[in-house]
């Protein structure tokens, strides 16, 4: 079993920055680990993932060139770090990790998440 407990969120203006954590533990073998978010009256979205036997990283196209993905596979962590956020960047956002995940975006393909945390960004 695999728990991951996500940190870093927070309430920031459009433009500024937040780091996102995720701690893995347990059984962490994975073979895709991932973003998602959600917003209030919305579905989950994939926000990013890595797969960890290349190294293969996935953006959504919302958030290309402003979130960068990344693991510390020696402390079981992931992080995303996200700059120029904008408003509609708010919502719950959630750490997932999955052992047979073929498409990144889909969360049915996950079998482990976090509780998430809140990122919220004023204009």
């Known amino acids: 079993q695999v728990q991951l407990v996500e940190s870093g969120g927070g309430s920031v203006q459009a433009g500024g920055s937040l780091r996102l954590s995720c701690v893995a533990s347990?059984?962490?073998?994975?073979?895709?680990m991932a973003w998602f978010r959600q917003a209030p009256g919305k579905e989950r979205e994939g926000v990013a993932a890595?797969?960890?036997?290349?190294?293969?990283?996935y953006y959504a196209d919302s958030v290309k060139g402003r979130f960068t993905i990344s693991r510390d596979d020696a402390k079981n962590m992931l992080f995303l770090q996200m700059n120029s956020l904008k408003p509609e960047d708010t919502g719950m956002y959630f750490c997932?990790?999955?052992?047979?995940?073929?498409?990144?975006?889909?969360?049915?393909?996950?079998?482990?998440w976090g509780q998430g945390t809140q990122v919220t960004v004023a204009s």
């Open positions: 347990g059984d962490t073998y994975s073979n895709c």
């Open positions: 997932a990790a999955g052992s047979r995940v073929t498409r990144w975006v889909t969360s049915d393909q996950y079998n482990h």
């Open positions: 890595f797969y960890t036997r290349y190294g293969s990283i």
